[in-house]
């Protein structure tokens, strides 16, 4: 036979030692869920310390990397489940002269009508940011966007109530795009770009026709 040496009853904690160190290691984990967890995983900072310890900005980037994967999944499957004989939709196109017949051109009045703007949007190491121009079905914008410093990952798109996204045209490590952009329905439609690179650049939007605004989609 084997010995076993029992401790005395002394020398084990108490039941309220033992609920105390129960309640300090839920209080401990707590603590990290708030401070930690939460703003590295979800961007979610009640208390701020998330902010000053740069956790914040990590969870944010998270949450955009999943929304743009989830885009992307979302565009990929409407493409698949679209038919294979239906036209395809109006995207934006190189500005070349329409297929069609037209007349010869000539010199016309400006349409004082068109709108004209030039943006600067930058982009830190993993951000993605959005621009939308409010347009009617048909309307034409002539665009063209250059990158100062680096190359983006694109993706011209619109929405609108009932269709959360329509595609255009995707592009990968771009230093630049320029063509014509013809809305497909009534509603906003625009450019994201995200800097996959390791330095900070800017996007210079120049658009130029038939749209009521411009916005930055936050």
Do not use: C
Request: a neutral charge; charged letters at 20%; zero cysteines.
């Amino acid at each position: 036979m084997h010995n076993v040496n029992t401790p005395p009853g002394s020398e084990l904690p108490s039941s309220r030692a033992l609920l105390r160190s129960t309640a300090i290691a839920a209080g401990v984990a707590l603590v990290l869920l708030v401070t930690v967890v939460l703003p590295a995983e979800y961007a979610v900072d009640p208390t701020g310390i998330g902010r000053v310890l740069g956790l914040t900005e990590m969870g944010e980037i998270k949450m955009s990397l999943a929304a743009e994967a989830e885009a992307d999944a979302a565009a990929d499957a409407a493409a698949k489940g679209s038919p294979a004989a239906a036209p395809a939709p109006a995207s934006a196109t190189p500005a070349t002269a329409p297929a069609a017949p037209v007349p010869a051109p000539t010199a016309a009045p400006a349409d004082p009508a068109a709108s004209s703007d030039v943006t600067r949007v930058a982009l830190q190491p993993g951000q993605g940011r959005e621009i939308k121009l409010g347009m009617r079905e048909g309307a034409r914008v002539s665009y063209e966007w250059t990158v100062e410093g680096g190359v983006v990952n694109s993706d011209t798109h619109a929405d609108k109530p009932g269709t959360p996204y329509h595609g255009y045209a995707k592009g990968r490590n771009q230093a630049g795009d320029k063509g014509v952009l013809v809305a497909a329905f009534d509603g906003r439609h625009g450019w994201f770009w995200r800097n996959r690179g390791r330095q900070p650049v800017t996007v210079v939007l120049r658009t130029s026709g038939e749209y009521q605004d411009l916005k930055e989609v936050k």
